[in-house]
């Protein structure tokens, strides 16, 4: 299976972008909706804030020059940074609604492809705000 990107949904997608699987070490958490703190006489409270959140992080440790430009350029362009949900498609063939949960992507460049092509390698993590 492929890691599929979709704006601005699966089903009549718009904008679809294509990635490689990411690395094994993604990960998958929660966050609960809540803020603690002590009273004047030190007791421990815990006050619920809201809804849980739950959030996924996927490493592609070698992407292309082409698929960085797709992704930057879908991060840039259809997501609007952390502003637009869309769907996406794990490496497992799950479909999720999400929105990035960061306001850049950050790049490193791992080397080129063997010569003469010369082109960039690519790594990065991008995490997304599970939305559904």
Known sequence: MAFILYHPQ????TTTVTLPNPERD???????????????GGQRR??????D???????????TDAEKT????FF???????????????HLGVTRTAVFDQDSLEWTNIGELTPPSAD????VSIRLEIVE
């Open 10 to 13: 699966k089903s009549g997608a």
């Open 26 to 40: 993604n990960v998958l958490s929660s966050k609960k909706g809540q803020a603690k703190g002590r009273t004047r």
């Open 46 to 51: 815990v006050y619920d804030k809201g809804t």
């Open 53 to 63: 959140q739950a959030f996924a992080q996927y490493s592609f440790p070698v992407l």
């Open 70 to 73: 797709a992704l930057q350029d």
């Open 76 to 90: 840039d362009d259809q997501a609007d940074g952390m502003a637009e949900e869309f769907q996406y498609d794990d």
């Open 120 to 123: 960039p390698l690519w790594s």
